[in-house]
């Protein structure tokens, strides 16, 4: 069974700095893409950040340069960076574990079958 456990999640000011966590189990890194989603009152989910199936790194034009995935094999943990933080910034974080086939599919929210409960955000200005 896929289990997923965000953390890390809290309210910054503009400019701060966060870094999320997201402990998994009951699945293998190298078969599946993984990633980091945000959805914020009455907006769609969207991707943030992933790692496809050969373990590439895909961004979101609104986050590059200053949010940074990583992992640790040893502990199945998944991370994000996120510096530079603005209140655009401001949402629900969901880790995320699925297949995607293509780099391209690894922020597509339906190529993810198992979802964490989520961590908030809170980006004040």
């Known amino acids: 069974q896929v289990q997923l456990v965000e953390s890390g999640g809290g309210a910054v000011q503009s400019g701060g700095s966060l870094r999320l966590s997201c402990a998994g189990s009951g699945y293998t890194y190298s078969t599946y893409c993984m990633a980091w989603f945000r959805q914020a009152p009455g907006k769609e989910r969207e991707g943030v950040a992933a790692?496809?199936?050969?373990?590439?790194?895909t961004y979101a034009d609104s986050v590059k340069g200053r949010f940074t995935l990583s992992r640790d094999n040893v502990k199945n943990t998944l991370y994000l960076q996120m510096n530079g933080l603005k209140p655009e910034d401001t949402a629900m974080y969901y880790c995320?574990?699925?297949?995607?086939?293509?780099?391209?599919?690894?922020?597509?929210?339906?190529?993810?079958?198992?979802w964490g409960q989520g961590t908030q955000v809170t980006v004040s200005s």
């Open positions: 995320a574990v699925g297949s995607c086939s293509l780099w391209y599919q690894a922020l597509w929210p339906s190529k993810y079958k198992y």
């Open positions: 790692f496809d199936r050969d373990g590439g790194t």
